[in-house]
């Protein structure tokens, strides 16, 4: 992914590295990638993006949040 970074104009890398900057998913990376002519696998996409841009699971954040309410709500009745 790497090379396919680097072989990229500075105008699509600098647009590229910004959305992956500010994106949550892979799934998304995956997708712009591809209308840039990347042809790896979501799998390449999945380890590059672990790997330079550190994200937060917002799955785990929603569900936490969901189970601190629940509890909350518990506390009242």
């Given at each position: 992914?790497?090379?396919?970074?680097?072989?990229?104009?500075?105008k699509?890398?600098?647009?590229?590295?910004?959305?992956?900057?500010?994106?949550?998913?892979?799934?998304?990376?995956?997708?712009?990638?591809?209308?840039?002519?990347?042809?790896?696998?979501?799998?390449?996409?999945?380890?590059?993006?672990?790997?330079?841009?550190?994200k937060?699971?917002?799955?785990?954040?929603?569900?936490?949040?969901?189970?601190?309410?629940?509890?909350?709500?518990?506390?009242?009745?």
């Amino acid at each position: 992914m790497i090379k396919w970074i680097d072989g990229l104009t500075d105008k699509d890398r600098e647009s590229f590295l910004a959305f992956c900057k500010r994106t949550a998913t892979p799934i998304q990376i995956y997708l712009y990638a591809r209308f840039l002519g990347f042809t790896g696998s979501i799998v390449d996409c999945d380890k590059w993006s672990q790997k330079k841009f550190h994200k937060r699971n917002f799955n785990e954040v929603l569900e936490t949040e969901i189970d601190s309410m629940q509890q909350d709500i518990a506390k009242l009745r």
